[in-house]
């Protein structure tokens, strides 16, 4: 017999939701939803330029849902968008 749908989710990631358009932006995948919202913070600064972040209007919190083949993201929460702190910044700005 085979089953084409699991009872527990395949994983978790958090996607940016950009305002001009884009597709949405992968961030981090991980194992758990305590696993992405430990890590897509630092992620997020590190992918995106100051451009970039200026055009993203939401991260999303997904759970994958269903079989690993056959199966889809389902949003379930929304994240606060990092902001780099002013140390980080100035940092950059004197290299």
């Known amino acids: 017999m085979l089953f084409t749908a699991e009872a527990k989710a395949q994983g978790w990631r958090a996607v940016a939701v950009f ?3 884009r597709p949405e932006g992968l ?12 890590e897509y913070a ?18 999303e919190l997904q759970q994958w849902v269903g079989a690993p083949d056959a199966g889809y993201w389902t949003k379930k929460n929304t994240l606060k ?9 100035k940092v950059k700005a004197a290299a």
């Open 27 to 38: 961030i981090f995948v991980g194992r758990s939803s305590t696993h992405v919202r430990q």
């Open 19 to 21: 305002d001009d358009g």
């Open 81 to 89: 968008i990092p902001m780099p702190s002013k140390t980080a910044s």
């Open 42 to 59: 630092a992620a997020f600064l590190e992918l995106y330029d100051e451009e970039d972040r200026a055009h993203v209007v939401a991260i």
